[in-house]
């Protein structure tokens, strides 16, 4: 369980979980054997954030819709541990304005696409998708880069061009920790990290590795790979859940990362249980 016994007040922060009320049309990504298709709402999440230590949480978009995003913003108005939302609009579309001015709220704090279901390798820095972000900066919102391996290089360039755009990148890439490879992804990774603007999420491993069949040790060369390319500031922890169940139990997910970062000073290990979240997102917990 992480502890804060800082005389300063500071937040841990849940970087990256998802809400969903389970439609088989509207969630179709989530296959028929998996033990996910149900509901998951704030009040299955609210008792895991407490006994791990966590004062509030990061919901992201689970589906490309703003119709999810205006849900998910109602849900964080009712909540208050929710401390932001990740949510969607069409970046590709030309009235992608009109459409941030729509949702526009305190709590909405990023935008994500799913790019990692983009057949095109280099879908990120297509004209429409590159037009989308320049948006971003008009309404201050972050984005959430969610690619496979192979997609890498097209996210530096994306972030390349945006050096006032804040990015992260979501599940450390996503690398193949089932098979145990570390390149293709261990180059591109080390490329991006020297952008400054972009942090990463310790998140999402799980569900890289064999599912229900991992040990703590098979992450390890993975977390250090980025542990040395962002360093203790650009780092956040974040659980995914509920789709890290596919793999294991929350605490289990959280105690993976806080077993790493054990042996890291504590000032680093708040920065990553909270403080960069917080900064990064520009979270507000009154």
């Not at 401390?83 to 009109?98: K, N």
């Not at 590159?130 to 360039?157: M, N």
């Not at 690398?175 to 490329?191: G, K, L, V």
């Not at 390319?229 to 789709?243: K, N, Q, Y």
Request: hydrophobic share 40%; with cysteine; charged share 30%.
């Amino acid at each position: 369980m992480i502890s804060n016994n800082s005389k300063v007040l500071k937040y841990f922060v849940d970087s990256h979980q998802h809400f969903w009320e389970y439609d088989e049309q509207q969630y179709s990504w989530i296959q028929p054997d998996w033990p996910i298709r149900r509901s998951y709402l704030p009040a299955d999440l609210k008792p895991l954030l407490r006994d791990t230590g966590f004062d509030g949480c990061v919901a992201v978009q689970a589906r490309q819709s703003i119709e999810e995003t205006r849900w998910l913003l109602g849900l964080a108005e009712q909540n208050r541990f929710v401390a932001g939302v990740v949510g969607w609009v069409d970046l590709r579309s030309p009235d992608v304005g009109e459409q941030l001015l729509d949702i526009s709220h305190p709590k909405l704090v990023g935008v994500r696409h799913v790019a990692q279901d983009e057949p095109d390798d280099r879908f990120l820095v297509g004209k429409e998708f590159v037009r989308g972000i320049g948006r971003l900066k008009d309404f201050d919102l972050a984005y959430d880069l969610l690619v496979y391996p192979r997609q890498l290089s097209a996210a530096t360039e994306l972030v390349q061009m945006f050096p006032q755009q804040r990015f992260v990148l979501d599940h450390i890439g996503k690398p193949n920790i089932r098979e145990q490879e570390i390149e293709p992804w261990r180059t591109p990774i080390r490329d991006l990290a020297r952008e400054p603007n972009v942090y990463c999420k310790l998140s999402g491993m799980v569900t890289e590795a064999k599912w229900d069949d991992w040990q703590a040790s098979d992450f390890r060369p993975y977390l250090d790979v980025v542990w040395e390319a962002f360093g203790e500031d650009r780092l956040m922890i974040g659980s995914d859940w509920p789709v890290c169940l596919l793999s294991s139990k929350y605490e289990v997910v959280i105690g993976l990362i806080e077993e790493y970062l054990s042996e890291f000073s504590s000032n680093a290990r708040e920065k990553v249980y909270g403080e960069n979240a917080t900064r990064f997102y520009k979270l507000k917990f009154n």
